[in-house]
């Protein structure tokens, strides 16, 4: 391993004027983007970043350096096994995430994996049961549910507000795959998986549909389409857009639509339920509000602590105003995954098991573009 000189987080003191137990000690594995995000959460939520690996060992002390880490191990293997890291992150291509992440666990670490968990139903299944069964944590960043109007939208549907769920648009566009040019590790199943824009993003319009309805889908029927066959001289195996239809366990129905190649969109996520009595919609871009429907007149909620409800004021974290959005999110994200760690019992805290609902059914969207048919989702 390589040892990188960076400056030592001052010792947390706890606000009862006592000392708090040791911050928490982090292990990255995977060096691009999600490396950096996940890095800036974990400091946010007072743990220390101690290490890092990734494909090489020369790219590993590149992201150290970047990221200000301590060491940058030699390799993944290295990394799981180093007895001082109390919870890893895997932050790496999608068909690596299950290998990493049950290793990882079977070396008595708590788990961060990114999404999606698996990709295949059998891995991410089997990694569910392996957190379960060792009392670990295993946690997937569906942190689309940690704005605080997500909370509220959800808070009112349990509590009856919006009426028997009817119906469920949902969408999340994006463009940076629009050109014959762009090219990506996830346009390969070999290192993305055998689907890329469901899987990618859609995954977590899956699990907004079922976070705050309360309800889960209960089958399907889908259109998937490649736009380029190559990208970047490169063969293209996975999708670029897909369209579904739903019905939930309750028999409300709904739609969901994913693009990576829809131009002027860059993450743009879209979530609206329609109720007898109320809708709600929620847009990613423009997380403060979440607008409400009523047969005479409608209502736009800003976020404010002073309305909402319990949870959604409790991730409200600074005063009305002053925008949030998605780093404020994912802090809050691994927050709770910490408080998990330490043996607290956080709500709505995106587990391995919401990760394996998410793998089952984008493996019936696969299915069904490919036949055609119904799908059941079990």
């Known amino acids: ?21 040791a911050p928490l000690r982090i292990g990255i594995i995977g060096g691009g983007f999600m490396a950096r995000v996940h890095t800036v959460a974990a400091r946010a939520s007072g743990a220390v970043v101690v290490a890092i690996a990734s494909a090489s060992p020369e790219s590993a002390r590149r992201a150290a350096t970047d990221l200000a880490i301590e ?13 001082t890291i109390d919870v890893v992150h895997v932050c ?8 990493y992440a049950l290793a990882a666990i079977r070396a008595g670490k708590h788990v961060v994996c990114e999404k999606p968990l698996a990709t295949s139903f059998e891995d991410a299944d089997e990694l569910a049961r ?20 997500v909370r509220e939208a959800r808070a009112r549907i349990a509590a009856g507000q919006i009426g028997r769920v009817l119906s469920i648009r949902g969408s999340y566009l994006q463009d940076w795959l ?8 996830r346009t390969s199943s070999a290192t993305g998986g055998p689907s890329r824009a469901f899987a990618d993003i859609g995954s977590h319009l899956v699990d907004l549909v079922e976070f705050v309805t309360g ?44 693009s990576q190649v829809s131009p002027g969109r860059k993450n743009a996520l879209v979530i609206d339920i329609a109720g007898t009595s109320e809708s709600f919609e ?16 409608t209502e736009v909620v800003v976020r404010d602590t002073d309305v909402l409800s319990p949870d959604a004021a409790r991730l409200s974290t600074v005063p009305a105003g002053h925008p949030m959005g998605y780093t404020d999110a994912f802090a809050a994200f691994v927050s709770d995954a910490y408080d998990a760690v330490r043996g607290g019992t956080p709500d709505g805290l995106p587990t391995f098991e919401d990760g394996v609902r998410a793998v089952l059914v984008t493996e019936a969207v696969l299915i069904s573009a490919v036949d055609g048919d119904w799908v059941e989702v079990a």
């Open 215 to 258: 309800e889960g889908i209960s089958r399907l029927t889908a259109i998937a389409r490649t736009v380029h066959e190559r990208r970047g001289g490169e063969p293209v195996d996975t999708e670029d857009e897909a369209a579904v239809l739903f019905e939930t366990d309750s028999g409300a129905i709904g739609t969901l639509f994913v």
């Open 282 to 297: 929620f847009h990613q871009e423009t997380p403060d509000v979440l607008w409400v429907g009523r047969r005479r007149g």
């Open 178 to 185: 629009l050109s014959g040019d762009d090219i990506d590790w």
């Open 1 to 21: 391993m390589t040892t990188v000189d960076v400056p030592v987080a001052a010792e947390v003191v706890a606000a009862t004027g006592g000392r708090s137990p």
């Open 71 to 83: 060491t940058a191990h030699e390799s993944a293997a290295d990394l799981i096994a180093d007895p």
């Open 92 to 99: 790496t291509p999608n068909a690596s995430h299950a290998g």
């Open 130 to 149: 392996a957190a379960v069964e060792t009392g670990l944590v295993g946690a997937v960043p569906f942190i689309y549910r940690y704005h605080p109007m």
